[in-house]
């Protein structure tokens, strides 16, 4: 099968197709999500696509990084996702400000004096990762921040919120499950404020250039887009047998959006109900679904865009107890089903799949598909 694409091996971009060179840039680190990819990765491939103007998509935006990239480069973008945590932090992170009027709204913020919030209403499922005097400074706050009129100033103290909270919290992820790990943490009003004051630090340290960025809650098999409006596509979908990864956001959606259990965890829709009709037969159902969607995005994928236009999309493929699923050559055969045109496929990284942590089933590679249409 791989005969029938040219795999190009690239792995020492491996780092670059996760979300840890974000860590040390100002705003894209704002929020920590594991499952995203790097500046350098996006600003690469809209050089690589000659892309200076027109309008971007990002069908799985995640928090923002395509968006944030195209925002500095004064190029139009749109975002979807369905993640409410994700898509928050997307919109916060891609905003204009004042930041005189940011520095007014923490000075009062630091004046203002603690009063004992309601903390009754946080089921114990949630207050068991906390520090009671840190839940209740929480609380305080958020309660403070839900007073601030400017929604655009309010939504930017609400994510400094979250992530504080996290961080003196005794949360400890651990690959798709979140565990209890307590140890001593620091003052929760210190950090906030250190934070909010970064994230301002932050604002003069990026430059951004004139354009309209859309970032919206959108199912990426029907997007809300026109035929034919799209310059160019950069994008990661969820990894197959990975659907449920973003459970770790779940006491964050939790404790800041009042999501319902049952909501928490999904990024995509994608693979989440089987197919009656099997694209590849031999494969187990849960790897159908995955493909079935896949080819409905890939279908508005072409719907979407204009001619000759450049596709790039960061995949994973799929470890089963019993055999790796090649997700880059699969997909690849459905886009060139649909009419892309497969150039090539980048190989950023390789590793085991693993059965009980111990039995080596196969190789697993990380890859970039470049398509055009």
Do not use: Q
Request: one cysteine or more; hydrophobic letters at 40%.
């Amino acid at each position: 099968m791989k005969k029938d694409f040219v795999l190009e091996d690239k792995t020492e971009w491996a780092r670059f197709a996760t979300f840890v060179p974000n860590k040390h840039l100002p705003v894209y680190n704002w929020f920590y999500y594991k499952e995203g990819f790097s500046r350098f990765l996006v600003s690469e491939l809209l050089k690589k696509f000659k892309i200076k103007k027109g309008l971007v998509l990002d069908p799985f935006c995640g928090v923002g990084t395509t968006n944030l990239v195209c925002k500095e480069k004064g190029i139009d973008s749109v975002g979807f996702d369905i993640s409410p945590i994700a898509l928050f932090a997307a919109r916060v992170k891609t905003r204009d400000y004042d930041v005189e009027k940011l520095k007014r709204t923490l000075s009062k913020l630091k004046k203002v004096k603690f009063k004992k919030p309601d903390i009754l209403w946080i089921s114990s499922k949630i207050r068991r990762f906390f520090n009671k005097h840190t839940l209740d400074d929480i609380v305080f706050f958020m309660d403070e921040v839900k007073r601030i009129d400017d929604p655009v100033v309010r939504d930017f103290f609400h994510l400094a919120l979250i992530t504080t909270a996290v961080r003196t919290s005794y949360i400890y992820k651990d690959g798709s499950v979140v565990k209890i790990r307590k140890h001593p943490v620091p003052p929760f009003r210190k950090v906030y404020f250190a934070r909010t004051k970064r994230m301002m630090y932050d604002l003069k340290k990026i430059e951004f250039r004139p354009c309209k960025t859309i970032i919206e809650k959108c199912d990426a098999r029907m997007m809300k887009l026109d035929n034919n409006v799209i310059d160019a596509i950069i994008t990661s979908p969820p990894y197959l047998n990975k659907i449920e990864y973003t459970k770790i956001y779940r006491i964050e959606e939790l404790l800041f959006f009042g999501i319902a259990s049952r909501e928490i965890g999904i990024r995509s829709y994608i693979g989440l109900k089987a197919d009656t009709k099997k694209l590849f037969p031999e494969l187990p159902d849960v790897a159908n679904a995955y493909f079935s969607d896949m080819k409905k995005v890939l279908e508005e994928m072409w719907r979407v865009t204009k001619d000759n236009v450049k596709i790039a999309i960061v995949v994973g493929n799929g470890c089963f107890s019993n055999r790796v699923v090649e997700s880059d050559i699969l997909l690849s055969y459905l886009a060139r089903d649909i009419g892309f045109r497969v150039k090539k496929i980048i190989v950023l990284n390789k590793r085991w799949c693993m059965k009980n942590r111990v039995v080596k089933v196969g190789k697993l590679r990380e890859s970039l598909l470049i398509m055009e249409k």
